[in-house]
Every structure is written in structure tokens, then in C-alpha cells.
């Protein structure tokens, strides 16, 4: 009888134990959700709109796991679920300013619309031809473009970046002669900028530049999100015969706070099917050839 109790007595201790073990657990668990999702509306507040994709890479979960956060955030009324994406409650839908990306590595911003990009540089690859130069400008499109640049034997093709990933990726490369521009590194863009850059410029003339931007929009023209880089941006077409700009569609309707050049002047922009139809009426009305990659 004795022993039976004892037993019991053992068995309700290890019972209690695993309870708190159980809840130990949970808590430790939930802990780092809602330290997620506070951190989600912390900067959905600070940026105004965010896209999901965005967020899935920034905080390294996935898709699935920040719908579920995006969904008990728009039903406690703390921001607005929309298709796509997220915007909080002080969003002014006339802001139509790019603040987010700033927030990316070079190799976070490759994961973006990664299907896009590889659509976009295979195109643009068609443009690339042999005895020529070309220059390659900074940016994860461009860079999906020197990759496919790299897949191809070449014959005395130059190529002139300012991109340091782009460099270590062609430096190797049979048949092409590199031109690294220097200056200052800009460390999150993983590219070299500044006077010095701008100086190496004045003196190269290229059959082709290959473009990338942040933003383009019909009032706000093309843009960059930090100055020097769109100085340097401005050099490169100066000295280009040929213009011609890789972005995905979620660049247009946008715009940045540097202005580099004015709507019209590139000679080809390249671009996917999910560009805002608005902006199919806008090229119409310019000599800019606007080539949609389906």
C-alpha cells in the first residue's frame, strides 16, 4: 500500500514537471513570434508599406510564416493587410518614395524577384555581342546578367563595372578584359562610387551600358537612392552610345530621392509583363523602345 502511494506520489511530481517543462517550452517558444511580429509593425510604421517577400527574407522565414503574422496583425486593427503586402495605418498612398531596399544586402536583394531577373538578363544577354564593350552597372539584375555573360565563351569583349561581385565573377572568364573603375566602396551595394570613379569614366567611351535603378517614374524620371551613386549612374550614360535599362516591374510608379536623368533618355528598357499598364501609355509617347519579357 505504501509503495503504491509512493508511486503515485512519484508519478504526480514527474506529471507537474513535465507541465512545466511544457510551459516552460511554449513561452519560450512564443517569445520570439511576437518579438517578430512587434519588429514586422516597427518597421511596416517606420517605412509605410512593405511587400511580403520582403519580409519573408529580411526576417528569414518563410512566406507562409509572415501571412500568419501579416493576418494577426491586420485583425488586431495594427496595419492593413493588402494583395501582396502589408501598409500601416499612416500610409499616404501619394508617397510613392522607395525607402525599404536601403534595409538589403547585395545578396538579399538577389533573392528578390529572382524569377524576373533571370527572364530580364537572358534577354538582355542577346544585346551582349563580341568585340565590343559594354558597361555593367552595379545592381543584383545586372549582376544576374554578367552570370549569363559568364555561361558563354566570348572573343575580345571588354567589360567596364563598377561592381565588385560582377568582377569576381568575370575575372576568370576566357575571352573577356575586365575594367574595375575605383573610388569608394560602397559596402552595402558591394560597388565602387565617388570623384575617383567619375574620373576613370571621363576618359572610356562603350558601345552599351547596361543600367540598373531603384525607381522609375513618369514625373520623377530615374533614381537612386544615394547621391553619389547617381553621379556616378549620370557619368555612365554620358559616355555610353547605347542605354539600356534592366527593371522589374516593381521599380516603376517609384522613385527615390537622386534624380539621374530624365524619363526619356534611355534607348531600351527591359521589363516584365507586370508592369503598371499607366506605363505602357507613358512609353508610347517617347522614341524609348520599352521591350516587356514574358
Keep these: 500500500m505504501q509503495n503504491s502511494l509512493e508511486q503515485q506520489k512519484l508519478l504526480l511530481c514527474i506529471s507537474f514537471l513535465n507541465i512545466i517543462l511544457i510551459l516552460f517550452f511554449v513561452r519560450g517558444c512564443m517569445r520570439p513570434v511576437q518579438l517578430r511580429r512587434q519588429n514586422i509593425l516597427n518597421l511596416v510604421n517606420s517605412i509605410g508599406i512593405v511587400s511580403i517577400s520582403h519580409l519573408a527574407t529580411y526576417f528569414n522565414v518563410s512566406k507562409v510564416t509572415i501571412r500568419a503574422d501579416v493576418d494577426i496583425l491586420d485583425k488586431s486593427k495594427q496595419l492593413i493587410k493588402m494583395h501582396g503586402c502589408i501598409k500601416s495605418l499612416n500610409f499616404n498612398d501619394d508617397d510613392t518614395s522607395l525607402l525599404f531596399d536601403q534595409k538589403f544586402s547585395f545578396n538579399q536583394k538577389r533573392k528578390f524577384q529572382h524569377e524576373i531577373k533571370n527572364r530580364l538578363s537572358l534577354y538582355a544577354l542577346n544585346l551582349v555581342e563580341d568585340n565590343s564593350v559594354i558597361m555593367l552597372d552595379s545592381g543584383t539584375t545586372i549582376y544576374e546578367l554578367a552570370v549569363q555573360i559568364s555561361k558563354k565563351s566570348r572573343k575580345n ?55 540598373a535603378v531603384d525607381g522609375y517614374h513618369v514625373d520623377y524620371g530615374l533614381t537612386s537612392q544615394y547621391e553619389e551613386e547617381a553621379d556616378l549612374k549620370y557619368q555612365m550614360i554620358q559616355q555610353a552610345n547605347k542605354v539600356i535599362v534592366l527593371s522589374d516591374h516593381t521599380k516603376f510608379g517609384r522613385h527615390s530621392k537622386y534624380k539621374i536623368v530624365d524619363f526619356d533618355i534611355p534607348d531600351i528598357v527591359i521589363t516584365d509583363e507586370q508592369i503598371n499598364p499607366e506605363y505602357l501609355k507613358h512609353f508610347a509617347k517617347y522614341k524609348t523602345n520599352l521591350i516587356i519579357v514574358r
Excluded: N, W
Design 157 to 211: 569583349l571588354t567589360i567596364v563595372t563598377s561592381s565588385l561581385p560582377i568582377c569576381d565573377l568575370l575575372s576568370s572568364i576566357s575571352g573577356i578584359t575586365l575594367v574595375l573603375l575605383g573610388g569608394k566602396l560602397h559596402q552595402r551595394g558591394r560597388c565602387f562610387i565617388g570623384e575617383e570613379a567619375k574620373a576613370m569614366l571621363v576618359d572610356l567611351e562603350y558601345d552599351k551600358l547596361f543600367l
